[in-house]
């Protein structure tokens, strides 16, 4: 998009033009990566605390929201980092457009990472309370009153459903991008999020039970076998237009993307599903932890290629 203003009259003129290269590049993708461990700890953390006693999990009321709070800010951060003109963020809070997708994204992310800060304090408070807090009034309240801790975690739970899809639907919005489309990126961020929740936690699992460690082994081999299958249908099934097509020839014909995504595929996907499916049947937390760390990597290729390859096809 190229601007220029014309003195005499002050009228702005705008001219479409091809913008050559790639427009969303590694920031991008390290800011949909950070999100889905922000959020996905969220969901893995609510079916744990359903399914198991606290004592089975003992670090889990306050490791969930540190990892949630972590991820969280470098999503926000390489967002706002990524904007020509960062300081027009404020402009979504004080001057918000509801129809527009970011500012609705921006709001609920806001008020998500809002109310994990407080999940935060509380966690925190109940599990050092030698911990050198004492000034802080809201720790003081959070050991006071744990309760709001089981209260804020349901709304918490909610706001991430929205805050992990939301991004879908920007990418869906964009002009000319067939390979982007709303109802394959919803599930594609969702079983990214059930991915990169699951791996997250397993790094952190060592002292919690069995029966724990084996449900993250289920979640880690169900994300990965879905998220695996829709990537395959996509890259042997696209049929729904000649631009798509198009598109993933910067896969199918070889060269530097086909070898990072099939890297994602067997770095990220099979190995880690091979091995959650034997962990079920055999503890090993080392090789859990293998697993986790490789699916966590090979999520970032999978979503670098697909972000990539849809802005290498010339528009004009």
């Not at 951060?77 to 960062?86: G, I, Y």
């Not at 993933?248 to 099939?262: K, P, R």
Request: neutral net charge; glycine residues 6%.
């Amino acid at each position: 998009m190229v601007e220029s203003s014309i003195h005499a009259t002050q009228a702005v003129v705008t001219l479409d033009v091809a913008l050559p290269g790639i427009i969303w590049g590694w920031m991008i993708t390290l800011n949909m990566w950070a999100k889905s461990i922000g959020t996905g700890v969220i969901f893995l953390g609510a079916f744990l605390i359903y399914r198991h006693k606290k004592e089975d999990m003992p670090n889990l009321r306050w490791i969930m929201p540190v990892l949630s709070f972590v991820f969280l800010n470098i999503f926000l951060l390489f967002t706002l980092t990524d904007l020509h003109q960062p300081y027009r963020m404020v402009n979504i809070f004080l001057h918000p457009h509801w129809t527009s997708a970011i500012t609705v994204g921006a709001w609920m992310a806001s008020l998500f990472l809002l109310l994990i800060t407080v999940m935060l304090v509380i966690g925190i408070a109940d599990a050092f309370p030698s911990f050198p807090y004492k000034k802080c009034k809201l720790t003081a309240l959070g050991r006071t009153n744990s309760a709001v801790y089981e209260k804020i975690f349901p709304f918490v739970v909610f706001l991430a459903i929205p805050v992990t899809l939301y991004t879908a639907i920007i990418m869906a919005e964009s002009s000319a991008r067939e390979l982007w489309q709303a109802p394959a990126e919803v599930m594609q961020m969702m079983w990214a999020a059930l991915m990169a929740g699951s791996a997250a936690l397993i790094l952190v699992s060592d002292s919690w039970s069995k029966e724990a460690r084996k449900d993250l082994a289920l979640v880690l081999s169900i994300a990965t076998f879905f998220s695996f299958m829709m990537y395959m249908g996509e890259y042997f099934f696209s049929f729904k237009s000649s631009e798509a097509e198009a598109t993933l020839a910067y896969v199918h014909a070889g060269g530097e993307y086909n070898v990072e995504f099939w890297f994602g595929m067997v770095l990220g996907f099979i190995i880690p599903f091979f091995i959650a499916m034997g962990n079920m049947k055999n503890d090993n937390k080392t090789l859990l932890r293998f697993a986790a760390i490789l699916a966590l990597v090979g999520l970032y290729m999978a979503k670098d290629v697909w972000l990539k390859i849809p802005q290498m096809l010339p528009l004009s």
